[in-house]
Structure formats: C-alpha cells, structure tokens
C-alpha cells in the first residue's frame, strides 16, 4: 500500500457526521479524501478533496467510487457488500473488510457468529416467517430486530405479550430474550493488519428511552474494576475472532446480577467514541486510521473525565436548524461543542454532540445536565 | 453580525497551514469558509467551501474577496489594509481590525506603539535610508530589521561592526540594539469585540540559530512565577492598548539580568501556540474563532506539559515530500503528527509540526529530542 500521507487516497462510504469527524483527523496525514453519499447536502461535502453523491447501496456505484482510490473505508454498515468484495478481488485495500461488514450487516448472523464463538449474549431466534413467529417458545416478553438495515432504534419492537405480535415486523428478523439490564457499556477496540489490538476504556451510556438514543455517555466508569476488565476482554476477543481491521465498537448489556451480554456490533466509529476527542490520548477517529493505514495504534488511556452529550433536534422543529443556547454552554470550561453542519434539523436528529471535560466526575454531571437543559436546536 | 454557526460566511485572508488548521477547528461551528491565497497549491485549498486564488497584497482582488463574506480574518499580516479599511467602511467586519494590522505590519510603527504605551522594549532607532544608518550613534553590535515583509528571520541582519554596513538593508527599516537574551519566551492572548482578555500560559521557545526558526517549544514553562506574570501582564496590556480583536502573539526576550523586552507582534494564530491543540483547554484557533465571534473566550490552562517540534523540509531536499520516520514516532504514547499538507518540500520550509504531551517533563523532552531526530523530511 502507498504511504498514508501524502500519496495515498482514501475512500469513505458514507458522509455523515462520522466521516466529518475523521477527515477533521486525517486532515493531519495530507491524506487525498474522496467521499460517497447520496445526500448532496451531506456533513462531509465541502471538506473533502471529490465528493460524489451516489447510493451507498448500489455495486455499480459502489464498485465504480472504489476503483479511483487505494483504501476504501466506511462510515456507515448499510453499503454494497458485493461491490466491496469485487473491489478486494482487485487489489482495493477494503478495511473493515467485506466479509465482516457483510457478517455485521446481518443482525441473525452476528448472532449466530457470537454463539460459535462462545460470545456471551442473550438467547436469540432467527425468524425468518411471522408463522416462525408464532411458534416460538421464547417466553415474553421479547425483542424482535430486523436482521437488516435497523439503525439509531429502528427495526426494533418490544413484544410484551401475544397481543403485540399482529404488530411484529414480518420481515426475517431474530428475537431475543429481554433483558433486564442494570446500564448498557461498550468497548470500542481497534485492530490493525498487523494483528495489533487495543482496547479504549469502558463506557457507560445513558439512554433516553422515549427515542432509544444515547443521549448521555461517561468515561471512565464507575463499574468495578472486574466489569472493565472483562468488557476489554470481550471487546479484544471480539475483533481477534474477526481478525478485523479497523475500529470494532462493542455495545454490551450488564445486567442486574452483573453478567456481561454482547448486544451489537458496529465496525467503525461510533456515537459512544466522541468523547474520545477531548477524553483519550488519542480520539478513535485517530486510531481507527492508524488501524487501517497499518500504523502503530496508539494511547487510548482517558486524560479525565468525559462526558458526551448528544445534540438531538427538538421535537415539533422541522427546517433550517437554530442552536439555541449556544453562547451560554461556550462560557463553561472545559465544554466542547461539534455541530455536524446539517442545514435541517428535524426531531432527535443528530445535529452535533458536546463533551464535557472535568477533572471532578460530580462537577462533569452537573455541566452535561446544564448543557442538556440549555441547548436547543430548533428552526 | 449573523449567528456563527450556521449562517455566517468567514473569509481568511492566506491559506496556509495556520488557516488550515483554523478551518478543522471551525468545522464544529458548522461556518462556511472561504480562502484567498496565491497559491493554488495552498494547504486549506481542499478544506473549505470556496477557494479563490489570489493575490493578498493586490487592492481589488482582497477587496472583491471581502464583498463576499461577513466577516473576514487573517491568517498571514501581509495583506492589502487599504482594501481591508474599504471593507471596513461598507460594513464588512474585519478581525482584527485593519488599523492594528497596518501597525503591525511595520515594525517602525510596531516600535513607535511600544515606546508610546510604555512597553517595555530594546532600544532603537527608525531608519529612513543608508546616509541615517551611518550616523547612528548606536553601539555596535546591532539588528536591522527592513519595516515591512520580514518573515521567519528573513529581513533581519546582524550588524556586528562597521565592516558589517556596506551590506545592510537600503530599504526603510529600523535598527534595535542588540539583546543578550536568556530566553525568547511568548504569550498568546485574545481578545473579543466585547474586550474580554484572555492569557495563554506563557511558553519557552527554543531556536535553531542557523535557520532562526523556533525549533522546539515547551510549556508550562519553569520560570519563576513572576516572570510569567509579567509577561501575561504586558501581552494583555497590548491587547488592551491595541483594542485588537482576535489573537494577538506577543513574542518577548527575558535578558539576562531578568528583565522581559517586548520583540514582536502578530495579529493571528501563531508558530508559538500549536501545542495548544492537544495541550490546553481551548486551543489558539479555537480562541480566535471565539475572540471574533464575540463568544466567550475560552479556558487556556494548560493540560499537561506540552513540547511542540517544528517538522522543517531537510536541508539539500527539494521537491516531492517524503516523511521518514514517521511509524516510529507513532508508537510514542502522547505524540501528536500535523502534516500541512504540502506538496512539495524544501530546505526549512514549514512541512508541520509534532506535538508532545508528557505528564513527566523531562520525558516529554526526550521524546522530543527523539522525534526530531527521526522525523525527516526528504524528496
């Protein structure tokens, strides 16, 4: 492979706010950065050396967008697989690779991968038929997922009793065992081609459960220190079993008798990583292009405390976005605002994030909630 | 003034490394950049959403370039003022404001500002032509610095002795008596349209006296405290006599006998505040896009002890840049590359720099001393 800067050309499918954020660090390599999306209004349009509106889930454009460059990444899991994998039969250097993006893609297969693996995760069905459904003998109640294309808590559907399954999707989808979970943890861990791994410290998330997203994420946690090092242990054995390259972000339950369930698997930057910007020695926008240029991974360790707060449009506000509250939230030390350049803000999209960095974990709360309550982006 | 995210047009004045790495801080507002540099070739030329090649000295073309913005900031001092007091006068904010960058384009004037508003400076003496520079009753030995377009120690000539004469400047400049410095030390410091200051911990420069250039950089610095006091009191005290708004770098010499004498000025991001992207609160350009955004000025304290290496292109290389070493440096912890983005290398040019980030100092400056050994930068 070419050198990683200067001569080197870098493709990402996909450009959202996670491709935004990673040319903003690739920005410091010199690297030639080409970009597919299908929104030509996308976060990432202007900061890249061609930006090419196409549909991420199509061969040919797939195929024809990774012709022209020399290292093919992704932002987002939704791409063209097919195209991806014609594109490593012909030399383009596709990392993470297809065949782990297609294992990914696949809700039934990441399960079924975690069971071979002796991965630890709830008990799970692949239904492929809303007859398959009604046979299960999976006590309520259960979740159903989409084994495809679900995304920030869609294709998701809580099945608490009989009555709700006219509603299930009818779609191929599993069912899992629900859990009755004390915090949802991730591990976000990279693996290089040359084998190297290296785990970023746990996380603990908060979710808003009236729109299933993060909304609240702390670093370093709390948890005990067994908790870490067994998510580590999980999150490592993970991305050695895939031998993936690239980032690996790892979404884990622990549940109230203190066991540790592998939920999903997301293989690139992840909303549970921002705070690594200002939070770790390096940001896994960082490590993830160490990871694929096959650089040496660096430090994760946490310089403080982190918070990450998500910017959500508020709901009833669709159109030109507004930031409300944006002058007070600059006066506090240590608040970090990343708005994601979306012209239109519609309810509990993802307009930006803020961290929050504080040396006092009490102190830290105490801003993200501020910061929660004072900003708005409305239109 | 439009809000600053979202909606508000920026222009900068030059496209170098400084307002390439303006414009990665500016991505989290969500501004909408715009660049004039001569050369098309430039380091931001892919990073912002319109690039106009252009010369910066030329009236009509900085003119033209300004109509199109809302506000418009510099990220090199040699640029048009006329056109930028038009601008002025048609309401196009200009930060900072074009008086202060024509006094600090000449150093006559520069040293005139000082003598007036009783800064502490070495002695000199404006020079109008070669007959004046015979008759100066100056001792030996002395600097002659040409009053306009010097830059990295280009337009700066040790006159030793009488001998040393018949090659000095002809043009306007002025002579300054020569200090016997133990130190050059510096203080970045904003200020916004609301004239909140703000210090940046002073910082230790240490100079590659074949090339005068900054080498290698540390902060905190070890000096006795008064010695930082002073000199954050005196850059504020300029900030606040110049009523500048944006970043102002106060260069200073600490004399042997103790006593801090005021170099020079720039009016911009600077060589001397690049350890603050890693090493502090707020970064330099983060604080200048808050000082002309009228925000709240941000936290400056330093995070940890933080040495920044120049990345300069090797001697006797011209052409094409090659980056040797540079896996090495990757695998120490706490070591931060930025490339510029340069195509094409050439003896001491400017190619990027390394910051290092060590909470042990004499670590962090080993670290350096390896970094600067490794890292070449050949064709």
Redesign the interface.
Known sequence: MK?F??DLKLGILGGGQLG?MLI?QA????VTVKVLDPDREAPCR????EFVVGALNDYNTVYNFGKKVDLLTIEIEKVNVDALEQLEKEGVVVYPQARVIRLIQDKGLQKQFFKQNDIPTAPFQVISSPAELEQTTMPFPYIQKLRRDGYDGRGVYKVVDESYLKDAFKEPSLIEQWVDFEKEIGVIVARNESGDISAFPMVEMEFNPDVNLVEFLITPSTLPFEIHQQAETIAKKIADDLKIVGLLAVEMFLTKDGQILVNELAPRPHNSGHQSIEGN?VSQFEQHL?AIFD??L??T?C??NAIMVNVLGEEGHEG????QG??KI??C??V??????K?LTKPFRKMGHVTI?DADRENAIEKARFVQKTLRVIS
């Open positions: 050198t800067y200067g935004r903003q920005i410091n390599y010199n202007k900061l890249c050396d020695v160490r650089q040496p660096g430090d360790a310089l403080n030109p976005a507004v930031y944006i002058e600059l006066k030390p240590g970090y605002v990343h708005l994601y350049g012209a960095i």
